[in-house]
């Protein structure tokens, strides 16, 4: 008899042991039902083109679907998104750049294969321990698939990543907070989990409970839920989805359920009419879309529950002031926090789309104004640094140019100032990293050799050594 052959395993092709998850609880598992989606959900270009067939949204003309097919488009990330989501395109130009598909993605294919480094800080398959919260990648797909998704190298299988077993994560975290009381490690405790993917929500409500209880059986205080359903397919969030969410809060009613959405521009919050203009109420107020408005309403009246969006800013999505400070105001009068804006990550394909930091961080400056206290949020860079918030630039002094020297030439470039506001490293957190302007950089390695402190850096010294370069250039030749 020939060897039997080895089979490769691709991201989520791993056992989960579902049946181990469920053991003795075919009560409480019978309890949770179900609902059969039809999302119409459209997956690389031929099936968009039977969609076209059966009178679907058209979004793409004839030659575009064409030059998407010369550029190979697919190779990169598939075209994809719900039937509901391409009807909301058709009336949003925004909401149309956000997931469709360009040919000049392929142009220039530079970035990051694996973003920030994560799989160095991936101990077991399918979890990330950076802080004292774990990300756990739980599912490989989205109801739709963000041209600009920095997880897009997870999406189509092209890194090492894989989906999450619950019991190797259980295990993982009761072992690490046994180190911690017994004082086996200086790391913090994890008290919370973020699931990701993908997105959670495309999960079915009974695999979505084999994580939240497994992760509250380990002792989480806080389990969020990264999720942009609210805006691909909010009908999602309908009786049974809500009715294990409320068994499962049942169960244990210490534990906040952090949804984390992604409301990327006002048109998918909205009611627009037909030509994408908004519908205002009596006080010049903007009227919502009913099915966001209704699944949001429905999360709120739950008192375990609260909601954070955070979203990058993409070219010829939300580059603009206008729309970022409607966001805002929207986002917070449904209840909703303002998280972070983030800068697009340097993933494999990023130019298409990034805008470069100091147009981002100018555009999201200038949202802030006229917002309240409540509505503001963040600019941030999630870096393998960690969250990197960009607090403020200098205006370029021309006129020092060629005056004192290097550091004149610095300060004539303008300056730039980050913050490290959430970092794994605990002597670190909120040091600065202070760098001469570059208006063509999309990502922090446009600063690298631009930086003039370095809070990243562990030692003293080393944090000053490129100041002291620009100040004192003959002692540091000399050492």
């Not at 963000?146 to 897009?152: H, L």
């Not at 989480?220 to 969030?237: M, S």
């Not at 009715?243 to 048109?267: G, I, K, W």
């Not at 972070?340 to 100018?362: D, K, L, S």
């Amino acid at each position: 008899m020939p060897p039997a052959k080895s089979r490769t395993l691709i991201a989520g092709s791993r056992p989960k042991k579902k049946a181990v998850s469920r053991q003795h609880k075919s009560n409480l598992y019978g309890q949770i039902r179900e609902t059969k989606f039809r999302r119409y959900i459209q997956h690389d270009l031929a099936q968009y083109q039977a969609y076209l067939d059966d009178g679907g949204a058209a979004i793409y003309s004839a030659d575009e679907l064409n030059a998407l097919a010369d550029a190979g488009i697919s190779d990169r990330l598939p075209p994809r998104a719900t039937g509901y989501y391409l009807d909301l395109a058709k009336r949003s130009e925004a909401v149309r750049n956000l997931i469709k598909a360009r040919p000049e993605e392929t142009d220039d294919l530079s970035g990051e294969s694996d973003p920030s480094n994560q799989l160095s800080y991936s101990p077991i398959p399918g979890l990330l321990h950076k802080y004292e919260l774990v990300l756990l990648y739980v599912v490989r797909t989205c109801s739709a698939w963000c041209r600009y998704c920095y997880r897009s190298d997870f999406l189509t299988g092209k890194t090492e990543k894989d989906t999450a077993s619950i019991h190797e994560i259980v295990d993982y975290i009761t072992g690490h907070n046994k180190k911690v009381d017994a004082g086996l490690t200086s790391r913090p405790k994890i008290r919370e989990a973020l699931l990701s993917g993908g997105d959670p929500m495309v999960l079915s409500n009974r695999n979505l409970f084999d994580y939240l209880n497994g992760l509250a059986e380990a002792g989480l205080d806080v389990i969020r839920i990264g999720t942009k359903e609210l805006a691909f397919f909010p009908e999602r969030f309908d009786e049974n989805f809500f009715a294990m969410l409320d068994l499962f809060h049942e169960l244990h009613p210490q534990v906040l359920v952090s949804f984390m959405v992604h409301f990327t521009h006002p048109d998918e919050v909205l009611l627009l009419d037909e030509d994408g203009g908004y519908f205002h109420d009596e006080h010049g107020r903007p009227l919502r879309n009913p099915k966001v408005a209704k699944a949001v309403s429905q999360l709120r009246a739950r008192s375990f529950v609260n909601l954070e969006n955070q979203t990058p800013i993409i070219d010829s999505v939300n580059d603009d002031v206008d729309d970022l400070r409607l966001l805002q105001r929207e986002m917070k009068r449904m209840g909703i926090n303002n998280h972070y804006f983030f800068q697009c990550r340097e993933i494999e394909g990023h130019r298409a789309f990034a805008v470069p930091v100091e147009e981002a961080f100018a555009l999201h400056r200038e949202s802030q104004h006229a917002l309240s206290g409540i509505e503001r949020s963040r600019f941030a860079l999630s870096t393998e640094a960690g969250k990197m918030e960009v607090v403020g630039m200098t205006d370029p002094q021309p006129q020092l140019r060629g005056l004192m020297g290097p550091l004149g030439e610095a300060l004539a470039d303008g300056l730039i100032i980050f913050r490290l506001h959430r970092t794994p490293y605990q002597d670190r957190q909120g040091d600065l990293v202070i760098a001469r302007r570059n208006p063509q950089a999309l990502w922090i390695s446009g600063y690298e050799d631009r930086i003039l402190f370095d809070g990243r850096k562990q030692v003293a010294d080393e944090q000053i050594a490129p100041l002291l370069a620009l100040v004192q250039p003959e002692l540091v030749a000399a050492e």
